[in-house]
């Protein structure tokens, strides 16, 4: 099975069905789709849709297999691309699908880095005491030199 497949719990024992639900027999998925179901065997074979698979071993097609099946087909009869080209195509749109998932986690995890580092530095700077300048050790060539004149002598 790939990572795409899930069922979510609603209280107690009810599922609630998603475009990823395995709920379609070759049959239906053959009339949906608008193919054979020998292609849709085929195209099992070939690793281009792999419906869920129930405990006998049978088929069972998902709302996304479906839309998957019309896309192949629209890639071979339409586009003219063969079947390994078909089966790249589906693969490198898997991953940028699921590089751009971990984008988004990364975007995440980052924006959560930077609203701990903000919270943390307006937490040092709450913390320091206002009433202490800090010294910096003069630089060379900067010295200011105050002159005095002496003090006037009193007039004998």
Known sequence: ??????????????????DET?????????QLSG???QTLRQYDRLGLVSPDRTA???RRYSA????????????SQDEGINLAGIKRIIE???????????VAELS?????????LRAREAQVHASYR???VPYQQPQPGSALVVWRPSPKRPMD
């Open 1 to 18: 099975m790939d990572g795409r497949r899930r069922q979510s719990r609603l209280g107690s024992g009810a599922y609630q069905l998603t």
């Open 22 to 30: 395995p709920v379609y027999v070759i049959s239906v998925a053959a």
């Open 35 to 37: 193919l054979h179901p």
């Open 56 to 58: 006998g071993r049978g």
């Open 64 to 75: 996304r297999d479906i839309e998957l099946l019309r896309t192949v087909q629209a890639l």
């Open 92 to 102: 490198l749109e898997n991953q940028v699908a699921a590089l751009q998932q971990r």
């Open 108 to 116: 995440a995890a980052v924006d959560g880095a930077a609203a701990t």
């Open 130 to 132: 206002r009433d202490l």
